[in-house]
Antibody, heavy 120, light 107 residues
Framework: EVQLVESGGGLVQPGGSLRLSCAAS????????MSWVRQAPGKGLEWVANIKQDGSAKYYVDSVKGRFTISRDNAENSLYLQMNSLRVEDTAVYYC?????????????WGQGTLVTVSS | EIVLTQSPATLSLSPGERATLSCRAS??????LAWYQQKPGQAPRLLIYDASSRATGIPARFSGSGSGTDFTLTISSLEPEDFAVFYC?????????FGGGTKVEIK
């Protein structure tokens, strides 16, 4: 069974940085697009960023461009999200999601999420 | 940015009843629309992709229809485990966007 396990969340002050990780197993990680999707407390889902299989293409929602960087290490079966200049509105559960074989922009498996709280 | 509007916000139904959820796009997304189910404290689960294709392992009581700007998710007969929040998502254009969700609650 596909497994995605996020880590790295926590409490950070506005303007601070955090690096999220997602450990993938039970599938060929290097063959799939990967994404980060977030959910603010009590709110809906928001796509944040995704990355192509070899890391050659990356896309971001406007609100995080220039502040967040998505990356991957296929040798380590890991996905990352470097988050800088964090804002209160970045507070959310961050999910790692796999892009399906049909299209990388369909999210067929999700991790359980890691909570990021930005507060002073 | 393509805005997805889901209706109703809340649907109160009893087990065994039919649920009909709507998702309307601000511009055409062709058939590039997916549906997800999310239960409290859990990650979302893919139900339907490309408007009408069921994801692996999804029961046949879940079906999707529509194209262009108007889409429907139908649950033919609600089971107790189906009560949750449902989201639609388009992949036609960047940024990828989700609807605001429809909560299906027990009446």
């Amino acid at each position: 069974e596909v497994q995605l396990v996020e880590s790295g969340g926590g409490l950070v002050q506005p303007g601070g940085s955090l690096r999220l990780s997602c450990a993938a197993s039970e599938f060929t990680f290097s063959s799939y697009w990967m994404s980060w999707v977030r959910q603010a407390p009590g709110k809906g889902l928001e796509w944040v960023a995704n990355i192509k299989q070899d890391g050659s293409a990356k896309y971001y929602v406007d609100s995080v461009k220039g502040r967040f960087t998505i990356s991957r290490d296929n040798a380590e079966n890991s996905l990352y999200l470097q988050m800088n200049s964090l804002r209160v509105e970045d507070t959310a559960v961050y999910y790692c999601a796999r892009g399906s074989a049909v299209a990388g922009t369909i999210f067929d498996f999700w991790g359980q999420g890691t909570l990021v709280t930005v507060s002073s | 940015e393509i805005v997805l509007t889901q209706s109703p916000a809340t649907l109160s139904l009893s087990p065994g009843e039919r649920a009909t959820l709507s998702c309307r796009a601000s511009q055409s997304v062709s058939n590039y629309l997916a549906w997800y189910q999310q239960k409290p404290g859990q990650a979302p689960r893919l139900l339907i992709y490309d408007a009408s294709s069921r994801a692996t392992g999804i029961p046949a009581r879940f079906s999707g229809s529509g194209s262009g700007t108007d889409f429907t998710l139908t649950i033919s007969s609600l089971e107790p485990e189906d009560f949750a929040v449902f989201y639609c998502q388009q992949r036609y254009n960047w940024p990828l966007t989700f609807g605001g969700g429809t909560k299906v609650e027990i009446k």
